[in-house]
């Protein structure tokens, strides 16, 4: 849990590690293998999904509030979950969306290491 105590590796730690969870399991949910993939917003697995982006974004405000100076880290963030949320949220993704998903994904995960 992260609290104004916890040093910034933690926090850095935590957030990788609830990024990296969300990231594999949408790449499980939406597979790039067609030329359309059809998602289904309503389905318990999504819905789940985005209850989980919605506890990263608990800690990324926690986050931004701690650490302010870091905005690259922060607007990479947000576009991350916002990215993430846009694609369980639609009932058709094509390649080019996860392509760009997994862009956005890269910079997040090369700003937390």
Known sequence: MMDEYTPKHFDISQLKYLCEKLYTECEILLSENT?????DPTATEALILNDFIEHIANVGINFRIKYAQDTE???ALDNF???SSQLLGNYGVTPKEIRLWKKTSETLFQLLY
């Open 35 to 39: 030329l359309f993939t059809v998602n």
């Open 73 to 75: 880290l922060i607007e």
């Open 81 to 83: 979950l916002d990215h």
